[in-house]
């Protein structure tokens, strides 16, 4: 079967994004398309049909792919949870937590499931678009990867390498890559693309003739700068050091930036609310004192993000912001935060210990072994607000709040409310996805929400974004590089 693998000069320079773009333009034209990706790294993760967790990317590419997003299209995931460690999940299941140092020694072990996972998809699809994680060109990692250059190698992948002009210096990132390469990892990258290009294309002719020249690689053309990519949801915190600016509604909702934050992408939808002043708080910004509502969201390690939002002076913030009447919502981890206490026996978050919570909650955490994934559906538990989302966390929380839940899924009521109905947490993420849920918890605010549900902005998005590539990238050469029949190239033409 064909496969086309897109790597990168670097994280951020929108491998994800080009990927399901092209997803979506092949699957447009009537081929059945799968994403993978080997190894990825990010707390944003996404519940599968099949019962796992995968990169918050491969998902959206799934849905490019107008399919149901399964464990084999990303069978390593990295969750870090420290500056030096990371959980590992292999096929959607939790392996233990390791240390960079110990992953780095031990990851060629992994390759096998990878190329398994991959044979699986491609015997069941007509094409596999690969993305790569970081760059090739860090060739201090090549020793056992499996997510670049080694994946393509054993895999027999041809792979097109990607420079961010947006970021400056592409000409070199390209060359660059190419001079550091091996020859055998050279020689898998076929040609390049040129991404996120703003102004006249003319203006950046001879610097695309001087990358072929010095490489000897095809330019297979090069993408403008596309604003619908701002619609996708984001895998990499970094996007959040680039916050964009809110739409200056009358409703001010606001999320502290916790130093593990998962699962950002619930608060998409409110960022594209007419009626919502969304941001994101850094860390050295106190919590504002005109929010409406303070969002604590989900995190990777709940203690330790507890003692950074103690450390950043926003437990002082928040009482002050309940004392003038202000609402809090918890969500997942952020849940767990609010009560009066989150206990780890058995140091699944690093030492065994306990933390006191926010104490806002009068519910207490006992985190587990066991990993809750499943998608669920339900409805909130004031105007009956329907949802669809998922659980994806360790912890059993328990508590008097708990009778008062803040919603109700098919497998029964969950979460917690306050006696004043002023504080709430839940389990569920993509709560927001659904415009009633928005218009409920809006109208809670004295707002009016659009109530549109977010999937179909995102699905708009990876439309234009389809379209923007077919005008911009050599597709029929993509095509044929990729061993698609010579027939269906010709239709691009």
Request: glycine fraction near 12%; charge should be negative.
């Amino acid at each position: 079967m064909a496969a086309l693998m897109i790597q990168g000069c670097g994280s951020d320079v929108g491998k994800s994004m080009l990927v399901a773009g092209l997803c979506r333009l092949f699957t447009n034209h009537g081929l059945t398309v799968r994403p993978f990706k080997s190894q990825n790294m990010s707390n944003n993760a996404a519940v599968t049909a099949d019962g796992g967790e995968i990169g918050r990317a491969q998902a959206l590419q799934a849905l490019a792919c107008r399919t149901q997003a399964s464990v084999h299209m990303n069978p390593v995931l990295l969750k870090p949870q420290s500056e030096t460690g990371a959980q590992l999940i292999v096929r959607g299941q939790m392996h233990g937590s390791w240390s960079a140092a110990n992953y780095q020694q031990r990851k060629a072990l992994l390759l096998d499931i990878c190329l398994e996972s991959f044979r699986k998809l491609e015997a069941e699809c007509d094409l596999v678009l690969v993305e790569g994680a970081g760059s090739p060109a860090e060739i201090n990692l090549r020793k056992g990867d499996i997510a670049n250059m080694g994946f393509a190698r054993a895999a027999g992948v041809p792979v097109i390498l990607t420079g961010d002009i947006d970021r400056g210096h592409v000409i070199a990132a390209l060359v660059g890559a190419h001079t550091v390469l091996e020859e055998g990892d050279r020689a898998m990258i076929k040609g390049f693309l040129i991404n996120k290009f703003r102004g006249d294309p003319a203006l950046f002719a001879t610097g695309r003739e001087e990358i072929s020249l010095r490489t000897g690689w095809r330019d297979y053309g090069m993408a403008p700068f596309l604003p619908a990519a701002r619609r996708l949801p984001a895998e990499d915190a970094v996007a959040l050091d680039k916050p964009q600016p809110g739409l200056g509604g009358l409703v001010k909702i606001v999320v502290p930036r916790l130093s593990r934050i998962a699962n950002f992408d619930d608060f998409d939808p409110l960022q594209h609310e007419p009626a919502v002043d969304f941001t994101f708080i850094q860390p050295g910004t106190a919590l504002p004192g005109d929010a409406d509502l303070i969002i604590l969201p989900g995190s990777k390690s709940t203690i330790a993000d507890l003692a950074m939002f103690r450390a950043e002076g926003w437990d002082i913030d928040l009482a002050a912001h309940i004392r003038r009447g202000g609402r809090v919502l918890g969500l997942c981890g952020g849940y767990q935060m609010l009560g009066r206490r989150v206990i780890d026996p058995d140091g699944i978050e690093g030492p065994p210990g306990e933390a006191p919570g926010l104490g806002l909650l009068d519910v207490e955490t006992t985190l587990t072994g066991e990993k809750i994934l499943t998608p669920t559906q339900g409805h909130l538990t004031a105007e009956h607000a329907a949802f669809v989302g998922y659980e994806i966390h360790v912890g059993r929380t328990t508590g008097p709040d708990t009778s008062r839940p803040f919603l109700h899924t098919t497998a029964g009521p969950q979460g917690a409310i306050s006696a004043n109905g002023r504080i709430a947490g839940c389990y569920i993420h993509g709560l927001f996805q659904q415009g009633s849920v928005r218009a409920a918890i809006l109208k809670s605010l004295d707002a009016t929400a659009n109530a549109t549900d977010h999937s179909t902005v995102v699905d708009a998005a990876l439309d234009e974004i389809a379209a923007a590539l077919a005008k911009s990238f050599d597709i029929p050469g993509l095509a044929e590089l990729a061993g698609l029949p010579a027939a269906f190239s010709r239709s691009f033409a």
